[in-house]
Nanobody
Framework: QVQLVESGGGLVQAGGSLRLSCVVS????????MRWYRQAPGKEREFVAM????????DYADSVKDRFTISRDRTKNTVYLQMNSLSPEDTAIYYC???????????WGQGTQVTVSS
């Protein structure tokens, strides 16, 4: 079993920055692809960014490229999402996800609210 705990959300003005954290516990951190998703009110949950378990390959949604950066600290079992140049369209609950490829292991955190005011 894997537990994910997000933190770092809050209220920020447009153009500002936030850094989200996701602490992973319960299993070996490096066995999982790590992703961030978000869900805005009235919308479906959408992919934001990912960090492949092997190597340093990352991927981003077009809407956040060049503004958001996903990273990880293996020593702290933590994945980060640095969010810059935030806009009201980034307002959502942000969720951390751990997925182990070729298995049915898929875990979610409880989410952290990000609100960007105009």
């Amino acid at each position: 079993q894997v537990q994910l705990v997000e933190s770092g959300g809050g209220l920020v003005q447009a153009g500002g920055s936030l850094r989200l954290s996701c602490v992973v516990s319960g299993r070996t951190f490096s066995n999982y692809d790590m992703r961030w998703y978000r869900q805005a009110p009235g919308k479906e949950r959408e992919f934001v960014a990912m960090f492949r378990r092997s190597g340093s390959w990352t991927d981003y949604a077009d809407s956040v490229k060049d503004r958001f950066t996903i990273s990880r600290d293996r020593t702290k079992n933590t994945v980060y999402l640095q969010m810059n140049s935030l806009s009201p369209e980034d307002t959502a609950i942000y969720y951390c996800n751990a997925n182990r490829p070729h298995t049915n292991e898929n875990y979610w955190g409880q989410g952290t609210q990000v609100t960007v005011s105009s």
